[in-house]
């Protein structure tokens, strides 16, 4: 889906974020392993107050509702989400639906657990770091964690007819998703973590002497130890792939492979993306990307390269 006509960019903003975030609902996987999710913390839900932060159409919050929370604030910082919101959640007494940055609202009291989706597909580079900035701390968030996974595979086994390893190679210090047929792979390096309170760590693997010219990255949501939902199971998030150039066969010092030309990963809030491009989420890939800023002033001090690669 993509928005045709001219807006002024205020207005492109809101409506380009209501077709990014409505296409999210034909994820029903996600919202089942959400629920789940809730289910299982029941205990921690009933009599107590929630907050559901950006709250999209409210299904969470109807959710905590039924689970039995005494009060639900349900902060949705878009007008057009908020609007639609107000159907489905403003006939109930316990909650309060503000339309407004999760940043900016203080609650007039404590708030006992905290329900998000702020995943995006590089983990980072939706909203989680919005979870940073809170001005409450909640005693428990919902999922509380997440990975960036990595891996390497060959361009042969997912590439199509119209995909070739040549067209997928033309991409060369491209981030893009949903274009290989990589679903189904298995990551072998966690590349970034993060967790409520704790922030984000990177761990960027050293790719040299390893096998593969796609490298192909995919989201966790996590909650402790346990992975809640995760890239290409729901079809919210696609995986994000790049071509690695081959490497040549003799040079396995990592120096000389540098010369061979490495990327750098770079995962700060508001992006994630290599040095030489990137891309915003693009969610379901319903929505137009488009290229993330730069220079960004969270940028600096938090990036790590993947060697090799
Ligand atoms: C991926 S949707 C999740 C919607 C809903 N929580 C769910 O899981 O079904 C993220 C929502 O958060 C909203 N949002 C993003 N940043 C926000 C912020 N800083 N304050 C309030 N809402 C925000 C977006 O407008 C969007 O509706």
């Given at each position: 889906m993509d928005i045709v006509n001219r807006l002024s960019p205020r207005q492109f903003r809101t409506y380009d974020d209501l077709l990014a975030f409505i296409s999210?609902?034909?994820?029903r996987q996600r919202l089942r392993e959400y629920r789940r999710l809730l289910r299982r913390h029941q205990h921690r839900i009933r009599g107590s107050v929630c907050m559901e932060a950006?709250?999209?159409?409210g299904i969470l919050s109807e959710e905590l509702l039924r689970l039995g929370a005494r009060r639900v604030y349900a902060v949705e910082r878009n007008r057009l989400l908020y609007r639609l919101a107000q159907r489905r959640l403003?006939?109930?007494?316990r909650v309060h639906l503000l339309c407004a940055d999760v940043r900016e609202f203080v609650p007039p009291e404590p708030i006992d657990v905290l329900v998000h989706d702020f995943y995006g597909m590089m983990l980072y580079?939706?909203?989680?770091?919005v979870l940073e900035e809170l001005p409450f701390r909640p005693?428990?968030?919902?999922?509380d964690s997440g990975f960036l996974m990595a891996g390497l595979t060959e361009s042969r086994l997912v590439c199509d007819r119209t995909v070739t390893p040549e067209v997928f190679h033309a991409f060369a210090g491209v981030l893009v998703s949903g274009?290989?047929?990589?679903?189904h792979l298995q990551g072998r390096w966690i590349v970034a973590q993060w967790r409520f309170g704790e922030g984000l760590r990177l761990t960027p693997?050293?790719?040299?002497?390893e096998a593969g010219d796609v490298l192909f990255f995919y989201l966790s949501v996590r909650h402790g130890e346990e992975e809640i939902c995760r890239a290409g199971q729901c079809s919210n998030w696609a995986y994000v792939s790049t071509p690695r150039r081959p490497?040549?066969?003799?040079?396995?010092?990592p120096g000389q492979l540098r010369h061979g030309g490495h990327l750098s990963l770079d995962i700060s809030p508001r992006k994630a993306c290599y040095r030489l491009e990137c891309r915003r989420r693009n969610r379901a890939m319903k929505k137009p990307s488009v290229p993330c800023r730069e220079?960004?002033?969270?940028?600096?001090?938090?990036w790590g390269r993947i060697h090799g690669s």
């Open positions: 999210i609902y034909d994820d950006g709250c999209g159409l403003g006939n109930h007494r580079d939706e909203e989680l770091w005693s428990l968030v919902l999922p274009l290989l047929d990589a679903e693997p050293n790719l040299c002497g490497l040549p066969p003799r040079l396995s010092a220079g960004s002033r969270r940028h600096s001090g938090r």
